[in-house]
């Protein structure tokens, strides 16, 4: 269970002893790299403690050096942060698994990480071409390698101590059911998107009933708009409570029992979505009964990430 007394706190408690998640995390999918250091390093400043990366945003040095940097300044320990990178899909064969993982471990100066996940359940063409495509611009996908073998080098990370943690993204309920019935190490976190519009609840249910950490992406709807900003509901609770529309959608999700992830890129906007409450009960359950449903990214039909410029 989550302590929803001080939400900024709020942690979850991994699986397997691997320690707990920081409910409140932060989001380095930012194209722009002189933007990803100014915007980690306020994130860390303003006390998000919990850092998504992936592999596929091709900033992982510039969060490493933020990272560093914001450690020393502010004599914060290693052991006080929690770092999250992700395996992307070229890197799907299990040969490939462990080269990708020291890859990002030495871009982000880390000696450890918290969590690794499997980016997408879609294995592409193996190879360092990230977004490999025949002549007619259709994505070639990898028919020789399943998620289980996948899993099986993550676990390996595990058992070497390469990693405390592992987990999978942008996965459905009917993939995660039988890779979580076959895994030995079973998956500590499902990063999914999640906002009001998109509650998956099927899904959050299957997590809570298994210990895995439920954690949501674009929690805002991605800052989209018109959009979840906007709603009409939340823009009223956001006036009675005396709070902003993105800490009533950020206290929302975390009352729910999820962790999230935001990316505010000023340090005014991650002062406020670090600082939330918990909403009034009543507040509460008039989010989580909005009836409108929206996806916002289809890389989970499609292995191919939306929010990513195509080419940078
Ligand atoms: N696994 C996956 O496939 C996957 C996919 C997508 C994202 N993610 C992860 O999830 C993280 C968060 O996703 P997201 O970027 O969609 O999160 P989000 O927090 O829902 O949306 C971020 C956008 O919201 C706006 N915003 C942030 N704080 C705000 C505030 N206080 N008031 C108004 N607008 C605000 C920002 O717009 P401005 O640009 O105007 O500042 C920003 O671009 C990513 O960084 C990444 O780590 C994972």
Known sequence: MSEISGLQMARLPLHHGCGQ??????????????????????????????????????????????????????????????????????????????????????????NYLDLYLIHTPFAFQPGDEQDPRDQNGNVLYDGGVTLLDTWRAMESLVDRGRCRAIGLSDITLNKLLPLYESARIKPAVVQVESHPYLPETELLEFCKKHGI?????????????????????????????????????????????????TTPKTAARARENFEISPLPQDAFDEISRIQTRQRLNDVVNTGNPGFIPPKN
Do not use: M
């Open 213 to 261: 950490v439920f954690l949501a992406f674009a929690p805002l709807g991605h800052g989209t708009r018109p959009g979840l900003l906007e709603n009409p509901v939340i823009s009223a609770i956001a006036v009675r409570v005396g709070i902003t529309q993105a800490q009533a959608l950020l206290a929302w999700a975390v009352q729910r029992g999820t962790a999230l992830l």
């Open 21 to 110: 998640i920081p409910a409140l995390g932060f989001g380095t999918l930012i194209p722009d790299p002189a933007v990803t250091v100014t915007a980690t390093r306020d994130a860390l400043e303003a006390g998000f403690r919990h850092f998504d990366c992936a592999e596929r945003y091709r900033n992982e040095r510039e969060v490493g050096e933020a990272l560093q940097a914001g450690i020393a300044a502010q004599g914060i320990e290693r052991q006080d942060i929690f770092v999250t990178t992700k395996l992307w899909n070229s890197n799907h064969r299990p040969e490939r698994v462990a080269p990708a993982f020291e890859a990002s471990l030495d871009r982000l100066k880390l």
